[in-house]
Structures are given as C-alpha cells and as structure tokens.
C-alpha cells in the first residue's frame, strides 16, 4: 500500500491522483487486517490462560485437586455429555435448570414490565408505593431460597419463584425509569393528534422504555439462571445445581467447572438470542456510526 | 344559530388570561399577566417577544395541556376544556414518533381518532404526496433531514383538518434556505385549509412574512404590548418579499417595540444571575 498511502499521524493521506476504488480497496484491506488481529489476539490470550493454567496444575505449582485443569475439564465435560451423571442424562438435567430460569424468567420480565409501566404512569401510586417496593428490593434475593424451598418443595415451584424475584426488581426498576424518560413533546403530541391515556401508553410510552427494558432483559437472563441454580443448591433432584452440588460431595472438581462452562455456553447463546430479537424490533433505530470498529 | 357555526365568533379568544407556575422550591410566578388576544377565523397571527417570555405558555392555554390561573381562554365560542380535537400542533422539538415510519407518523393521527385503518393510510398517503415525500413513505425519521422530518409533522397536523392550527417555533432548528423553502410551504397548506393559525416565534422577519397580524409580547410576564396588522398582499413569495421596501419599513417599526422589551429581559437575566 506505500505507494498509494501515505501515514501521517495516524490519519491516512493519500497520493493525488488515487481512484476511489484504489482508496476502497485499500480501506477494505485496512478493515480485514484489524479484524484479523483482533481475532489472533483474542486466540493469543486465550491460548496461553489455558497453557499456563494446564502446566502449573500439572507440575503441582497450584493444587490440582482444588484448581483441576482444562484437559480434565474437557474429558469430564466430554463425558458428561454423553453419559450423563448417575440419576439422568445431561440434557435432563440442563432442561431442568432452563425450565425452572425460562418460567421464571418469562413471568419475571412481564409482571416487571406491566408493574413498572403501570407505576410509571401512576404518580400518586408510585409515590405511595415506592417506599415498598425499596424495603423489598433491599432484601437479597438469595435469603429467600430456603423460604420458598418450604413454601413450594423441592421441586419446579420453589426455583421458578426465586428466577421470578431475581428477574422482577431489575426489569421492573428499569421500566419504571424508562416511562419516566418517555419525551414530553411526544407525549403532547400524540394527545393532541388524539390519542387516549391507554393509546398514550401503547404507542408512545411502551416504545420509547423499549430500549431501557431491552438493557435490564439482558442482564436478567442471568439472573433468572442464578435464581434456578442457588434454589438447586438448597434442594432439588436434578438441574445443572444440583450437579454441582453433587460434584462437590464427592470432590469432583473437574465435574464442577464442567458445568460452569455449560452453564456459560446457555447464558452467551441466551444473550445472542435476544440481541438478535432486539436488533429486529428497532430497527428504526439509526445504525451506530460505522468507524472500522468491526 | 349557534356559537359554533357562526363566522363572526373568533376562532380562539384570550380573555385578560393570567397563569402562574410553582417554581421547586414553592415560590410562585407569573408567566403571562392580563393577556388578551383574538384570533378571527382563517386569520394567520404571529406571536413575538424575548426568549422565555411566555409564548409558549400561550399555545398551552389554547389546546387545553394548561389551564388559565385567571381569566378565560375560548375557541371557537367555546371555554377550553380538555384538549380539543379541532387543534392542530407542530412542535419546535422533533416530535415524530421515531419507531414508526413516514406513512405510519402520518396516519397516527387518524388512527387515534378510531378511523378504518384503510381510510387512514389512504389519506396518509395522499398528504405525504402534497407535502413532496411520496419516494419516503417507508423511511424512519432518522433517515431524513431536518426539512423533510419538518415536513411529515406538517403532513401529520393537517391530515386531522384542524381548524385552529398552533405552531411553537416550528422551523428554529433549520437552516435558513430550508426555513424559507418551509414557509412557502406551509403558507400554500393553509391558503387551501384555511385553519386559524398562532405561530410562536422569535424571527420578526419570519413572522411578518407569514402573519396577518403581529403581536408584540412584554418581557416576563408577558402582556401585550402592540399589535401590528401586516398589509403585505397575499399570495407572497417568501423568498422576494424581504426586500421590499414596505417589508423592511414595517421591520424597523416592530422591531423598535422588541427591542426594548428583549433589552428588559436580557437585563433581567444578568440581574438574576
């Protein structure tokens, strides 16, 4: 590219008399390139956590039995998918944990959604209520686990409740605020163009907190999963918890971390999912200004 | 016959109109004080005066999102109560609603009056046509400038017919060649519609262009301070008009009446700071 281009002080000079398609070609070469060395440093770093962490286990410079390492990780991982544990095959238990976080989860964000809107629009009653709402919003959430294990069993009920509570205050804090944000002109000019309180809601205010909703909705997920796994830990019969809670009576450390990478691998697929979904409903958004930046 | 059909009832009256505001911290103060304005039926009046005066106040009385502290605001006859659907309003601000696009902004209005979905679009369309965006039905507001987002707020006030037409210091945020190209615009919507129209401005040459009527606002509180009757034939061409003699003579005398009460305000400001 010397020929062409000339560096100075990072902006990029090109020699008179370059086409644009010289300059385009150029550009998309410049693109590709940083692309490239993204991805080998990402590769790079990873390469060598999983290097050092595989040598220090094995040459006894951290302890094995507590920190295991990524090769037995992988082969109990490996196994594990498929052969299970003794009670039931993997994909039981990880439908289990999914099961219990997705109920929860769904409930969680709507009753986050209808309560946060419906206060948000409400200022008399979220005055009243909003000294509640912080008491209960104080209490960490964890604490409840044993309640609702007594409450509802060692079964579904009782980790749906917790992914329920765990999902709630967030999406619905950020709901409420995203009513709040809602643009007052918009607002004045849908009523004088003649809409209702309701049509006020659903076309001006519910659109406008989407973006607020979408970014506690993310979050949330994770949540929703720890809400379902904390719950198994205290009691259940099967779920990706109750594996590790087993893993962990019999020293199985190589077990544990096996499901922590399961357990990574639903949340990112989740979290892609639903940015995917996003990127469907705003699509009158403007596109982010693109600079290279992949 | 009643108040309501009959033409020589002014469209919109402001009757010594007062309002107040509380401030946050409970003090309370005046924004308009004994104001009186008569807008006649199909009439164009521009409202002038300093920043923060208390024109847009004003607009707020007459849709009906304020009320009066004292005094009685009328429209048509009527007293104002609630937001009435013969008003039409542009905004200074970009009020689009920007998830939706061109055609669906357009046929908001019709929609939340309970028209058939049909009826709405097909109008919609029609307006987008007459305000020159027919090739963007389909664009959302951030893929359009500022004249044409302008443009589909117009589409979508006059799509409802309003008989009383508000407009806050619609064209501000344009640029001049823009704003002039809006004016003539906007002037040939209303020759056809003919809506009773209050433009809220702080352009003196904007609002003689397009008024029939001026009225000059006192520093806060406003109050009226003149009243200028613009006797520029109609139909004008915005972009020529300017220079003519007449129209700078009427300029200069308004505008000796402006610039004292913006000198006042201006003093006021550095006081208060």
């Given at each position: 590219m010397t020929d062409i281009a000339i560096q100075s002080g990072g902006a990029i000079l090109y020699a008179p008399g370059t086409s644009d398609v010289e300059i385009e070609a150029a550009a998309r070469a410049a693109a590709l390139q940083r692309k490239r060395t993204v991805i080998f440093w990402r590769c790079f770093i990873l390469a060598v956590m999983l290097g050092a962490w595989e040598v220090t286990a094995r040459t006894g410079i951290i302890d094995a039995f507590f920190y295991s390492y990524p090769s037995a990780i992988a082969e109990r991982l490996y196994e594990l998918v498929l052969e299970g544990t003794d009670e039931a095959p993997l994909w039981y238990h990880l439908w289990i944990t999914m099961e219990e976080a997705l109920i929860g989860f769904f409930f969680g964000s709507v009753f986050g959604i209808v309560f946060g809107v419906a206060l948000g629009r409400n200022r008399m009653a979220s005055d009243v209520l909003s000294v509640y709402i912080k008491v209960l919003n104080a209490i960490p959430r964890v604490v409840l686990a044993p309640i609702f294990i007594l409450l509802f069993?060692?079964?579904l009920w009782s980790k749906v409740a917790l992914s329920f509570i765990m999902v709630f205050f967030v999406v619905f804090s950020n709901a409420f605020q995203g009513v709040l944000e809602a643009d007052r002109a918009m607002i004045a000019n849908a009523q004088i163009l003649g809409a209702s309180p309701w049509q006020v809601t659903r076309s001006v205010i519910i659109p406008s907190a989407m973006s607020w909703i979408f970014a506690s909705l993310h979050i949330s997920f994770g949540f929703a999963i720890v809400g379902a796994i904390v719950g198994e830990f205290i009691g259940a019969r099967y779920g990706i918890g109750f594996i590790i809670q087993t893993a962990r009576g019999v020293h199985d450390t190589a077990e544990m971390y096996a499901s922590i990478v399961i357990i990574v691998v639903v949340v990112l697929t989740a979290e892609y999912l639903m940015t995917l979904l996003e990127q469907r409903l705003a699509r009158w958004r403007p596109a982010p200004v693109g600079d290279g930046h992949e | 016959m009643s108040d309501q059909q009959?033409?020589?009832?002014?469209a919109i009256e402001l009757i010594n109109v007062s309002r107040r505001f509380l401030s946050p911290d409970g003090k309370s103060f005046m924004t308009l004080q004994d104001f009186s304005m008569t807008v006649a039926r199909g009439e164009f009046v521009a409202l002038v005066g300093p920043t923060g005066c208390g024109k847009s106040t004003t607009l707020n009385l007459i849709t009906g999102l304020g009320r009066p502290s004292s005094g009685e605001v009328r429209v048509m006859g009527q007293p104002v109560r609630g937001i009435d659907p013969r008003v039409g309003f542009v905004f200074q601000?970009?009020?689009?609603?920007?998830?939706?696009n061109v055609i669906d902004n357009v046929a908001a209005g019709p929609l939340f009056r309970g028209r058939p979905r049909a009826e709405a679009y097909e109008a919609a369309h029609d307006w987008i046509g007459r305000v020159g965006l027919a090739k963007f039905e389909r664009h959302y507001p951030h893929q359009l400038s500022g004249g044409m987002r302008k443009r589909v707020a117009l589409a979508q006030t006059f799509i409802n017919g309003p008989e009383i037409l508000l407009m806050d210091e619609p064209f501000s945020a344009l640029d001049v060649q823009t704003r002039v190209v809006m004016h003539e615009e906007l002037l040939q919507l209303w020759s056809i519609s003919k809506a009773s129209v209050v433009f809220v401005t702080h352009d003196l040459e904007e609002a003689i262009g397009l008024a029939d009527k001026v009225y000059v606002l006192t520093a806060?509180?406003?109050?009226?301070?003149a009243i200028h009757a613009i006797d520029?034939?109609?139909?004008?061409v915005i972009s020529e008009i300017r220079y003519e003699p007449h129209f700078i003579e009427l300029s200069r005398t308004i505008w000796k009446d402006l610039r004292e009460e913006v000198q006042m305000s201006s003093d006021d400001m550095k006081s208060a700071a």
């Open positions: 069993g060692f079964g | 009959n033409p020589s009832v002014p601000a970009d009020a689009l609603f920007p998830w939706r806060r509180p406003a109050t009226v301070k520029i034939p109609r139909p004008r």
